[in-house]
């Protein structure tokens, strides 16, 4: 990935900054530009997420991607955040632990790397809340 | 709108082709195609074909004019297309050959679908499915595709009746039919515990849950319905064409464990062809992963949602069962070319039309239905298909 490809989604990605639409409420995360419900005549302005939510549904990862293998086994998840929307990240915590309805929390994590000598990702994880 | 037939099908063996290219590949099939047909290739009007991604499989892109161009018609100047739609390449492409002989602007059209997936490391051919997804919000975190499905499965499992052994029983008897099906990459049969006993990929899905990589190719040709007498005696009617999208993440579904995009295009299709699923007598659906078949099975409505697993256990989607599903061997025997799968999924129905199926043959087939998914179900393809 290019610096400026991920350099780009930086706000998104460290700070959960989605948008929301002024003129129904709707929050999107990931951001959206346009709203699906009001559309030429939403109102989009940036909103940062709490970043609590809950596991709507989860997988544990035993064959990843490159950029991933080295990570295995990890816990992803679907996370409804309380805000509304719902956005895929990783879980840290033991496979046998997570479930569904379990309260998180969003966490600054390192993400991939590109190879050796590439850009190294940050990005959002969660932890368990409770 | 004119009445579309299809006159001609061609479908390479599927399976890890080390010997055969990219060309090979799109040529073999089209010529079987063109063979059944009885045409010879100056009578070809349009091509279209679907191709997930030749730009990371072979660092090939153009990939329409270099079919026509390898299929010896570069001298006929033939209006050659690309489709792209992930896994539902095939599926569009054969879409977009109807559409162009419905609407009267050609007459004689190929459509074709091809994908080359062993050229490349198979980290490297994951990676590239993963664009199937959203690559920036699913892909970026860790996402895989099996990954994807396997929380489909979670969220059904939680809150349906569906238990391991009956989601195994979906590639068991996909292995069965590939068995009796030629060009099948697996020709084995399997058991539940061959499905238990496999590697881990994504819990609660295993190997054996999941399609294989797979290189292979598939044609076939459409023409006017009118027409279709001068090329076979066995010329089958398309009766509905329907297309539907949807969020291209998983998370942003209306609802995890329904792919609503099958929902609209069954219904768009049932409702064309002024039919039912009961009307339905072997459909092909796009297994890509063993709970994609049980979600695709009541999503266009052969049972209730929740019922799928006790519906396949009790043998309804078997050979002989009430609605005989992916006769073919599926995505998971037959295997999954992604780019061929969706034209693949039209030879096995049109094989059943004529009654050429062999040892998988469903008798007194009339008609049959296929469904062909991109990504997660971010987009969908349906064609019901008819003896004319």
Known sequence: ?130 | MRDVAVIGIGCTRFGEKWESSFRDLFVEAGALALADAQLSGEKIDAMYVGNMSAGRFIEQEHIGALIADYAGLSTHHIASTRVEAACASGGLAFRQAVIAVASGMEDIVVAAGVEKMTDVEPGASTDTLTGAADREWEGFVGATFPGLYAMIATDYMHRYPLTREQLAQVAVKNHYNGARNPIAQYQQEITIDTVLKSTMVAEPLRLFDCSPITDGAAAVIVAPLERAKEFTDTPIRVLASAQASDTITLHDRRDISTLDATVAAGQRAFKKAKLSHKDIDMVEVHDCFSIAEICAIEDLGFCRKGTAGKFTADGETALGGKIPVNTSGGLKACGHPVGATGIKQVCEIVQQLRGEAGKRQVDGAKIGMTHNVGGTGATVAVHILGRA
């Open chain 1, 1 to 130: 990935m290019t610096v400026a490809r991920f350099w780009r989604k930086i706000p998104q990605r460290y700070n959960l900054i989605g948008t929301r639409c002024e003129r129904c409420g709707r929050h999107f995360f990931p951001p959206r530009t346009f709203c699906p419900d009001c559309r030429r005549a939403g109102k989009i302005v940036n909103h940062k997420f709490a970043g609590t939510g809950t596991v709507v549904t989860y997988t544990v990862i035993h064959t990843a991607n490159e950029q991933f293998e080295a990570y295995t086994p990890y816990v992803l998840a679907i996370i409804r955040l309380d805000e509304g929307p719902r956005m895929t990240a990783q879980i840290i915590c033991s496979p046998k632990d997570v479930k569904i309805g379990m309260r998180v929390k969003s966490t600054f994590r390192r993400i991939a790397t590109d190879g050796d000598s590439g850009i190294i990702h940050y990005g959002t994880k969660f932890i368990p809340a409770e």
